[in-house]
Nanobody
């Protein structure tokens, strides 16, 4: 059973960088051909795909967030991470990590989500 767990601060000040980590258990983040995604949900926009890191370590970014987003991973800890810079209150959302598979739509495993509020 694969499990994903998001972690990080629940409150970030405007203009700062939001950093979240997803810890994966029950499966390796380097296993072919899985993709490890970041998705957020806001009341106004619904679910928004932010991007993904592939099993090979390649990054894929949403065009709308590319200039502010970066992904990293620590294979020794089986973790992957999100950094979102220059946050504003519009970045307030529930952030999820989720697993996808090459060529398939959707995600088979999700984290429980973590609320991040951007406020001074």
């Amino acid at each position: 059973q694969v499990q994903l767990q998001e972690s990080g601060p629940g409150l970030v000040k405007p203009s700062q960088t939001l950093s979240l980590t997803c810890t994966v258990s029950g499966g390796s983040i380097t296993t072919s051909y899985y993709y490890w995604n970041w998705i957020r949900q806001t009341p106004g926009k619904g679910l928004e795909w932010m991007g993904a890191k592939s099993y090979e370590g390649t990054n894929y970014y949403s065009p709308s967030l590319k200039s502010r987003t970066s992904f990293s991973r620590d294979t020794s800890k089986n973790q992957f991470s999100l950094q979102l810079t220059s946050v504003t209150p519009e970045d307030t959302a529930v952030y999820y990590c989720a697993r996808g598979y090459r060529g398939l739509r959707g995600y088979d495993y999700w984290g429980q989500g973590t609320q991040v509020t951007v406020s001074s």
